[in-house]
């Protein structure tokens, strides 16, 4: 519940093209207890990952900070680091745009779930770009 992982397929957006914008839409979830509230922000880290392994599940600060949450996502991310973060994928040639969601504290003990649970096909990254 402190970590969650996205990848989302950028295949079809062409290399060369500036992105204009781009935005994570994570206002389709379902709340558990008070995630905010207990263990404190959450992060959006840019986490290339590739095939998850044990240096991925990080516990502590986190590294690739593209924009925090501090309450509940009522509407799209959206950042200039965010905008960058895809753009150096795409430029990259890259099929693949993954980030890591990681809240501050790694748990709070008050006998409660408190977590943010995003079903799948839910979080949506939306990417704006020119030719």
Same mark, same amino acid.
């Given at each position: 519940a402190?970590?969650?992982?996205l &990848?989302?397929?950028?295949s079809?957006?062409?290399?060369g093209v500036t992105i204009?914008? /781009? $935005?994570?839409? %994570? !206002?389709?979830?379902?709340i558990?207890?008070n995630?905010f509230v207990?263990l404190?922000?959450?992060r959006?880290?840019s986490?290339q990952?590739g095939?998850l392994d044990?240096?991925?599940?990080v516990?502590?600060?986190? &590294?690739?900070v593209?924009y925090t949450?501090?309450?509940?996502?009522t509407?799209?991310l /959206? $950042?200039?680091? %965010? !905008?960058?973060?895809?753009?150096?994928?795409?430029?990259?040639?890259?099929?693949?745009?993954?980030i890591?969601?990681?809240?501050?504290?790694?748990?709070?003990f008050?006998?409660?779930?408190?977590?943010l649970?995003?079903?799948?096909?839910?979080a949506?990254?939306?990417?704006?770009?020119q030719?």
């Amino acid at each position: 519940a402190m970590q969650a992982f996205l &990848s989302f397929d950028i295949s079809m957006i062409p290399v060369g093209v500036t992105i204009e914008s /781009a $935005s994570l839409d %994570l !206002t389709t979830h379902h709340i558990f207890g008070n995630p905010f509230v207990y263990l404190g922000t959450m992060r959006v880290c840019s986490d290339q990952y590739g095939q998850l392994d044990s240096d991925d599940f990080v516990v502590g600060p986190a &590294s690739g900070v593209l924009y925090t949450v501090s309450a509940r996502p009522t509407k799209p991310l /959206a $950042s200039d680091l %965010l !905008t960058d973060a895809v753009q150096e994928q795409v430029d990259a040639g890259r099929s693949r745009f993954q980030i890591r969601l990681q809240f501050q504290k790694e748990r709070y003990f008050n006998q409660e779930p408190d977590y943010l649970a995003l079903g799948a096909g839910q979080a949506r990254l939306v990417v704006e770009y020119q030719e």
